[in-house]
């Protein structure tokens, strides 16, 4: 059985959110600068890089994901409130 948190202050929850979606934009950027990267050495004939490149751009995307439904999660609480 889970105890009970209890709720975060209004400025915590918003430095919480600024924070993930600070993050979220500088995974953003690594990603879009691994694909370029990614896409150039597969262009110039070193196609062992685009497996590699694919996974950690997989990795990238999870961890993305995994901070917006941590925005979404303090959001719902927030709205419960």
Same mark, same amino acid.
């Given at each position: 059985m889970s105890v009970p948190?209890?709720?975060?202050? @209004? @400025?915590s929850r918003r430095t919480a959110i600024d924070g993930a979606i600070a993050?979220?934009?500088?995974l953003l950027i690594v990603q879009m600068w691994l694909l370029t990267a990614a896409l150039e050495a597969y262009l110039g004939g070193r196609?062992?890089?685009?497996?590699?490149?694919?996974?950690?751009?997989?990795?990238?995307f999870a961890a993305a994901i995994a901070l917006y439904l941590?925005?979404? @999660?303090?959001?719902?609480e927030a709205q419960d409130r």
């Open positions: 948190r209890p709720p975060l202050p @209004r @400025r993050l979220i934009a500088i196609v062992e890089t685009a497996l590699p490149a694919a996974i950690v751009s997989g990795l990238l941590f925005i979404d @999660r303090l959001d719902r």
